[in-house]
């Protein structure tokens, strides 16, 4: 099994930054991909942020230019760097991992979430 543990999380004001992180433990032989999603009081949870292995980044529109995702392969950790927030920002963001066992099997893993909160 993989377990994600998210920090970074809290309250900051619009214009301000933060800087989640999200460390990967467990029976792992490689992560391929690793990202951060977010979901909002009533709203779907969306990708925001993903990674590959190979440093393949992908984001969504409404975060370009602001966010920036990056890993430490050796420490199976991945951050979502985000700056100039906004109050459309305020969601639960989800750390997710995706890769091969140390059994040879798949594992898809999520994180408990951490709470991002911006206020206007």
């Known amino acids: 099994q993989v377990q994600l543990v998210e920090s970074g999380g809290g309250l900051v004001q619009t214009g301000g930054s933060l800087r989640l992180s999200c460390a990967a433990s467990?029976?792992?032989?490689?992560?391929?991909?690793m990202g951060w999603y977010r979901q909002a009081p009533g709203k779907q949870r969306e990708s925001v942020a993903t990674i590959t292995s190979g440093g393949s980044t992908n984001y969504a529109d409404s975060v370009k230019g602001r966010f920036t995702i990056f890993r430490d392969i050796a420490k199976n950790t991945v951050y979502l760097q985000m700056n100039n927030l906004k109050p459309e920002d305020t969601a639960v963001y989800l750390c997710?991992?995706?890769?091969?066992?140390?059994?040879?099997?798949?594992?898809?893993?999520w994180g408990q979430g951490t709470q991002v909160t911006v206020s206007s």
């Open positions: 467990g029976r792992i032989f490689t992560i391929n991909t």
């Open positions: 997710n991992a995706a890769g091969i066992g140390s059994m040879s099997s798949r594992f898809d893993s």
